[in-house]
């Protein structure tokens, strides 16, 4: 157990610029057992290794983290593992990767059972079902870490504090919040950058993001989609042309029959496949009111802007990229979208209310319909109905 205090303590000694989440401050930290699901990328590791260094003391050796990809767990378990830690004092367990290990369910129920005085913190892939885990569902809460907000970036960039707000407060005070933060920054200027590469936090580190971004959707689809959902690795090729062939028409309707003939699977497997696709974060499917999975869903879009230009490569459509922008910013703020009447246009459920947005990428003269809000790409402040879209990437 001493390797692991020794790594523990260079991890946190050696953890430089730390990125505050907004993540940190909304998890009920007094809970015994905690899931933090994120697809790969997003920085999960570095949130726990944060999470010890600002509510722990390292001398006191009370909170320990493990990353689960050790071959010690191959002849070792978590539950005699945690006997030991606890024994020792140990108070809190931090578990990265949770899924490399094959009884991680089975055991982490078995700890938290046998040791109350313990509280295990794990990361996880957002492919895994926690909410389905019998054993499980019931005493372990569950959050999504996810990539970075254009809020976020921002503060990453100019060493900023910007809070992030609520959609019904960006709705009925956009005015006033744009101008705040253009007294500060021109919002305008960083827009476009953050769409090309500022969703994952390896866009800090000195190497080339794209190739890095496809090496990591590549680990997305050999790691949490076929090893979690235990897929023959036989298949993999055909899950990655569908990813591919998705990306050229995203926002698109999907063409189930063309899709099962290109990428030569049954069109069930097709749909199968887009939903752990979806579950990965590599993609988003949108449907029509009272529409959802399993029914094919009228539109597929890439699930953050990022993923479109390693994958498309080809011109990519400014309106395709604000529309992606925009269903990526709004989902991750918990609310619901559906496809609205017209392309381009979308039906937001939040907190009980239903909003229509249309998107943009200059305000329309002559055509502005009360019952619409529309989210502008080329302004930097709005005017009643009529909000910048940038502002959407302050909604967490």
Known sequence: MESFFRTHRYLVEHLDGVIPRLLMKQIDWSQRLIGIKGTRGVGKTTFLLQYAKEFFDISKRDCLYINLNQFYFTIRTITSFAREFVDRG??????????????????????????????????????????????????????????????????????????????????????????EVSSQIR?????????????????????????????????????????????ELSYLPKLRKLLYLIAQSAPGKPNISQLSIDCEISRATVTNYMEYLRSARLINMLYSEGEEFPKKPDLVYMHNTNLIFPLKMSQIEDQSLRETFFYNQVHHS???????????????????????????????????????????????????????????????
């Not at 960039?157 to 809070?163: G, I, N, P, T």
């Not at 890095?212 to 235990?230: A, F, G, Y």
């Not at 005017?383 to 502002?391: E, F, M, S, Y």
């Open 90 to 179: 140990g108070k809190t367990l931090l578990l990265d990767q949770v899924y490399k290990y094959p009884d991680w369910a089975k055991e982490l129920k078995e700890c938290y059972e046998l040791y109350p005085q313990l509280k295990i913190v794990f990361t996880g892939s957002t492919v895994m079902k926690l909410h389905e885990d019998e054993g499980l569902s019931p005493i372990v809460q569950v959050y999504n870490l996810r990539g970075f907000s254009y809020r976020e970036f921002l503060n990453i960039q100019f060493k900023k504090s910007f809070s992030a707000y609520r959609l019904e407060e960006i709705i009925n005070n956009h005015q006033k919040i744009a101008a």
């Open 187 to 231: 919002p305008l200027d960083n827009f476009w950058s953050y769409m090309h590469h500022g969703y994952y936090p390896f866009f800090l580190e000195k190497r080339n993001f794209s190739e890095n971004l496809l090496k990591t959707v590549n680990m997305m689809l050999e790691v949490d989609v076929l090893s979690i959902r235990q897929i």
């Open 334 to 396: 918990d609310s619901k979208l559906k496809k609205g009447v017209k392309s381009g246009m979308f039906i937001v459920e939040n907190d009980g209310k239903k909003y229509k947005f249309k998107i943009e990428g200059q305000k329309s003269r002559g055509k502005n319909k009360s019952e619409l809000f529309y989210a502008v790409g080329s302004l930097e402040a709005g005017d009643k109905n009529v909000i910048p879209l940038w502002l959407f990437g302050f909604l967490y």
